[in-house]
């Protein structure tokens, strides 16, 4: 019980303060507990439409976790290496790559779900790089500025 209610507090608590931007001062235990409800109901949810797949409970985790694994990869590997992208163009890079695995997955049911992660890195990249040389990507929003993610200070 504990490690579901610890999973659904952080689940709530990073909707509201990071996807959302209410600070935490400004939210209330109700909305909290709102949210929290919310993500348990999801949870359920996807336990019971899970629970009706004929493979087992690793091939199914792994299948679904490989739609997005490459598509974050290549986020991550972007920011590390790629100098000259910035703002959202690491996120058009990740909704098109997730997007792209899950045509895959739909129109290719004979490709492999293991070949899913390096063609969605690849698809993300690309899209990513591209936008990034392109006239288009000034035309895009910056997205919001950084913020440390605590109120403490590094000395």
């Known amino acids: 019980m504990s490690s579901i209610d610890s999973a659904l ?18 939210q209330s235990v109700w909305l909290s507990r ?3 409800l919310g993500w348990g109901v999801f949870a359920i949810a ?16 792994n299948l679904i976790g490989s739609v997005f694994y490459g598509p974050v990869l290549a986020v991550f590997t ?12 690491p996120l058009v890079g990740l909704a098109v790559g997730l997007a792209a695995n899950l045509a895959l997955g739909r ?22 790089l591209g936008l990034a040389r392109s006239p ?3 035309s895009l929003p910056a997205g919001r500025a950084a913020r440390p993610p605590c109120s403490w200070r590094h000395s």
Not at 46 to 61: D, K, M, N, P, Q
């Open 78 to 89: 972007l920011g590390v290496l790629a100098s000259g992208v910035s703002g959202n163009l």
């Open 34 to 36: 709102g949210v929290s």
């Open 46 to 61: 996807s336990g019971l439409v899970f629970a009706r797949t004929t493979s087992g409970v690793l091939e199914t985790i």
């Open 107 to 128: 129109f290719a049911p004979g490709v492999s779900w293991l070949w899913w992660n390096p063609f969605g890195f690849l698809v993300s990249c690309g899209v990513t």
């Open 9 to 26: 507090n952080s689940l709530a608590a990073v909707t509201l303060e990071d996807v959302v931007g209410i600070p935490p001062v400004r």
């Open 136 to 138: 288009l990507a000034s």
